[in-house]
């Protein structure tokens, strides 16, 4: 078992000279610090990370003379929103945040774990969408607030 207390900063491109290993972690598990994966190709992995350490996609977790282990997010299945206009953009996210549904965004772009009651909303705001598969590079926030409907 390989233990880890802190990360080397950005793994930049792949290299032939090493082999690139990855530690797939959910994004909702970027944010532990103790944490026991195994890597692609099989690497037992302990992370147990020193104070202020914090686990990023394409951040490198190990390196010796032959390989580097670097972590990265599962593709996971997205709706890819895409509002024409101020508009529909305000229209859309007001509905979202009705429902509570976590999102990024990105550029023009609203990204949402695929959940078909979604398309409900898709379709009577006329947002244009379609579905996708994506290495979330953070994780979605979730907001303490609640209230009664």
Known sequence: ??????????????????KRDYL?????ELGKRIL????????????????????????????DDEREIVVRTPLEPVYVIQPAGIQEMGTVAFELGNRHTPCLIEGREIIVRRDHTLES?????????????????RAFRYKGHTHAH
């Not at 909303?121 to 994506?134: L, P």
Request: proline fraction near 1%; glycine fraction near 10%; charge should be negative.
């Open 36 to 63: 026991r994966k195994q890597s692609e190709s099989g690497v037992d992995v302990a992370l147990m990370l020193d104070e202020g350490e914090t686990l990023e996609p394409g951040h490198k977790i190990y390196e």
């Open 121 to 137: 909303i898709f379709t009577e705001t006329g947002v244009a969408y379609h579905e996708d598969k994506r290495r979330l590079g």
């Open 1 to 18: 078992m390989m233990k880890i207390t802190r990360t080397l900063g950005e793994a930049g491109e792949a290299t032939k000279a090493k």
């Open 24 to 28: 797939e972690v959910e994004w909702d």
